[in-house]
């Protein structure tokens, strides 16, 4: 009877080991919170282009599958969706934190190569039936050259097999019956003969500032003027400061160039000429935190957006926005990226007369930041009025003579000596002189004093 106990114990630690360490699809476990995952590019379009930052979550360990033929997608439109090509199964410890590097295809070739640091969605997906049977046989054969590449972009663009080829003979004849199957083309149709396979892939951007609506695509043209490759077809593009990513593969000599032409019909708006060396156009990161303060006379219909020193809108944020008479704060917390060395603003700007109500530049540094960063000012304004005034208003002007605080309004004030305490706060920078100014029912100063390191 010893005996049998013994083994009914050792049955049951196997059995629970096992449960223990069962791989769940990453999928799964983060759709049931066991873990957080979070995605970012490591550079580059074929290759271990994707950083996962794991944390189990659990008090026990926990076993993860990442299936091939899972999809990254990019939160950039502009950049490509990466597809897994190999499988890895993540053994995790209890509430472990992790980074693990994933190996990954594009699955498209006309938008440009994510970037190290680039944003992926974590709501993983499967990829469309076609990919993830590819993803699930390059896996299995363990198959990565710029060949497999070749291949993923045919079924993804629906393309021929013309540059499926390469020199590893017996990987790709292993790969044909189920790449003729996908493609719904014979086998005898793929070239499996020793041959060397040389994709080169351009990445880079081009950049245009537009005034209005416009239907765009991206072309791009060999030496001879002749089209090689066609998309954003039949985007539109509104006002403001754009850049767009793109991708282009070829197989030619490595050291060609080609000219990309952002195009609306017929008409050139911009172009550049790319070779393997071009990238992307540094941009600035606009998120630097600022406020405005304003006073409104009436009520008015606004445009909101970031402006360069010409007056040009870079980057809306709203539009026919509705601002009702009297004292406004308004925040500013970052838009799109936008070109480096050059000074922004953040402006409202009054629809019915095209007069900008409030205009604040936008930090560029941490010490043009720390210059404009809120400072709050305090002082008392003492006044001496022979006869009680109603209705006045106390308000704070800068040098352009605009109201930037109002300390209160609509309020009575009786007669003799009245200390007026006031508060206000300003993002002038420190040596910003300003007024306070206490205004009867009609708008005239009755008083006035500094505020400020006033002269």
Known sequence: M???????FFITFCVKTKAQTEAISIHKAIASHLVEVAAAGNGGFNGLCVKLQLQNKQNRPLTLRLEAGTLFVAEDEHLQNLLVV??????????????????????????????SGAIFKTTLLNAEKPLFRLAQKLSEVQFYASTAQSMV?????????????????????????????IMGIPEKMFDVNPKPHKLTYISSSIEYLSSQKLPIKICVYDEANRLQQTSLEGYEMKEGYYQFKFGFPHY??????????????????????????SSYLPLRKMNRAISATYDLPSDIVAQVGVYDSLDRLYA????????????????????????????????????????????????????DAKTYAKIVKRGTMVVNLKEPLAHTRLVVVDTQDQIVWVVYEDSKISHGRNDIPFVFQHTQGPD?????????HNGQVIQEMCAGKCK
């Open 432 to 440: 910003a002189q300003f007024k306070v100014r206490l205004l009867d």
């Open 316 to 367: 809306p944020l709203a539009m026919n926005y509705k601002l009702g008479k009297g004292f406004h704060e308004s925040e500013f917390e970052g838009c799109r990226d936008l070109p480096m060395h050059q000074a922004f603003y953040f402006k409202i700007k009054n629809l019915a007369d095209n007069q900008f109500v409030i205009s604040q530049k936008i930090p560029q540094t941490n010490a």
């Open 153 to 181: 972009w045919a079924v993804a663009n629906k393309s021929t097999s013309e540059h499926i080829y390469g020199e590893d003979t017996a990987k790709i004849k292993a790969i044909v019956p189920v790449l003729a199957n």
């Open 252 to 277: 030619s000599n490595p050291e060609r160039t080609f000219t990309v032409k952002l195009m609306s019909g017929d008409k050139v708006l911009a172009e550049r000429v790319i070779d393997k060396n």
């Open 86 to 115: 190999e499988e890895q199964i993540i053994v995790m410890k209890t509430a472990e934190k992790r980074s693990v590097d994933v190996r990954t295809m594009c699955t498209e070739s006309s938008d440009g190569s994510p970037y």
């Open 2 to 8: 010893k005996y049998f106990l013994v083994f009914l």
